[in-house]
């Protein structure tokens, strides 16, 4: 029914800046949310974001908060995770999600059981 491409990712310094894309194709209009995960070698994953694709909110574990913005482009079917100011401990392979019927908002930070559909990840290194 739906199916998630995420894109650019790669090597930056830190410091840097990278901006992650998720294109989503099948039946897109069906879709309330997106949420990008990460994992990182012997860590557990983590929730990072997640953007209301109805009306652009979005939330932001604390640990990138201020640094990583979630952005939606509706023409596009296309959602991108903007990140600034890039550090080692963001190195991780990152996963865009996407959810029909969960919601989020200010009140309302979806887990990973929350989605439907998932990405095949893409790589992020931050080193010097």
């Known amino acids: 029914q739906v199916q998630l491409v995420e894109s650019g990712g790669g090597l930056v310094q830190p410091g840097g800046s990278l901006r992650l894309a998720c294109a989503a194709s099948?039946?897109?209009?069906?879709?309330?949310?997106v949420g990008w995960f990460r994992q990182a070698p012997g860590k557990e994953r983590e929730k990072v974001s997640c953007i209301n694709l109805r009306d652009g909110s979005s939330r932001y574990a604390d640990s990138v908060k201020g640094r990583f913005t979630s952005l939606r482009d509706s023409a596009k079917n296309t959602v991108y995770l903007q990140m600034n100011s890039l550090k080692p401990q963001d190195t991780a392979v990152y996963y865009c999600?996407?959810?029909?019927?969960?919601?989020?908002?200010?009140?309302?930070?979806?887990?990973?059981?929350?989605?439907?559909?998932w990405g095949q990840g893409t790589q992020v290194t931050v080193s010097s």
């Open positions: 099948g039946f897109t209009s069906g879709l309330d949310a």
């Open positions: 999600t996407a959810a029909a019927y969960t919601r989020c908002s200010a009140d309302v930070f979806p887990t990973g059981g929350d989605y439907d559909y």
